[in-house]
């Protein structure tokens, strides 16, 4: 990631914290509270680095009521949403009500949804468009299993899964966009990817946006790493041109941790 010659970010950086199935609403509120205190304590500018957290559904309207009571600047937004506005889909969570609940962001197709729940590129593109339709940004993952790494044909799934989840959108969504990379061998494993690793697939991602949707659009898109990320190893990430952020999942359960990596910065100079 660069600076511009006034010191600002090309793109606002954003760390993630995706809370997966863990915290009960109860747990959620503190672990929220202790990581705003946290980052009031280091005096953070929010508007220097973006922070979100990923609460599961059932933790949503609490996170609300905290961030509204107490003027928060931490954004939130659902593990996932339907591809359906309303109607009978049992289980399933509409985008609007993500959006009443305040989600700034919603995750679409992170690894586990598209494995575990079969979710395909058809569906994960009508749940783009899905959160686009209800005011919500879609934070698209994409990334390649440990055997395509391993056949060397990592960028061209990974691109592919990048045209199949953004087809159709128009250039002002496709700006607005988050795609998050998450290798798969990386998540949850302490498997970390290099920096180099995350930068050339970012980098890949951007070019093919700017084939996609021009280049003022492909400068825009805010382009995260996720998988096995620590405070010990973000900075080093977050240094790459394309790596504009990270979704972090274990490490974003402790929230001196997760603060960490927030403050990537105060490393970055410490090096
Ligand atoms: O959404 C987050 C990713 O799945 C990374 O999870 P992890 O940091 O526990 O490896």
């Known amino acids: 990631m660069t600076t511009s010659t006034n010191g600002a970010f090309d793109r606002t950086p954003f760390i993630a914290g995706n809370w997966k199935m863990n915290m009960d609403h109860v747990q ?10 946290t980052l009031s304590d280091a005096k953070h500018d929010y508007s220097r680095v973006e922070v979100a957290a990923f609460p599961p559904f059932t933790d949503l309207r609490g996170v609300q009521t905290l961030v509204q009571g107490d003027d928060l600047h931490i954004a939130y937004g659902g593990q996932d949403l339907s591809q359906f506005d309303s109607g009978a889909y049992t289980g399933d969570i509409s985008g609007q009500f993500l959006n009443k609940l305040g989600c700034k962001y919603v995750l679409v197709g992170h690894s586990e949804r598209r494995t575990i729940h079969n979710e395909s590129d058809e569906v ?33 799934h990974t691109l592919q899964q990048l045209r199949a989840g953004v087809a159709g959108l128009t250039n002002e969504q496709a700006a607005e966009l988050v795609v ?8 949850g494993t302490g498997e970390v990817a290099g920096p180099e690793d ?29 998988g096995s990320v620590k405070g010990n190893n973000a900075g080093a990430i977050l240094r790459e041109r394309d790596v504009d952020g990270v979704l972090v999942g274990g490490a974003s359960l402790d929230p001196a941790e997760f603060a960490n990596i927030v403050r990537f910065e105060s490393h970055l100079v410490a090096d």
């Open 28 to 37: 959620g509120i503190t672990l929220l509270q202790k990581l705003a205190w």
């Open 124 to 156: 994960l593109n009508a749940k783009v468009k899905a959160a686009f339709r209800h005011g919500v940004v879609p934070v698209l993952c994409v990334g390649e299993g440990l055997e395509i790494r391993q056949a060397g044909t990592h960028v061209d």
């Open 180 to 187: 998050a990379y998450e290798p798969v061998w990386a998540i």
């Open 198 to 226: 995350a930068q050339e697939m970012c980098a890949a991602i951007r070019s093919e946006l700017e084939t996609l949707f021009g280049a003022d659009v492909a400068a825009k898109t805010r382009l995260l790493y996720g």
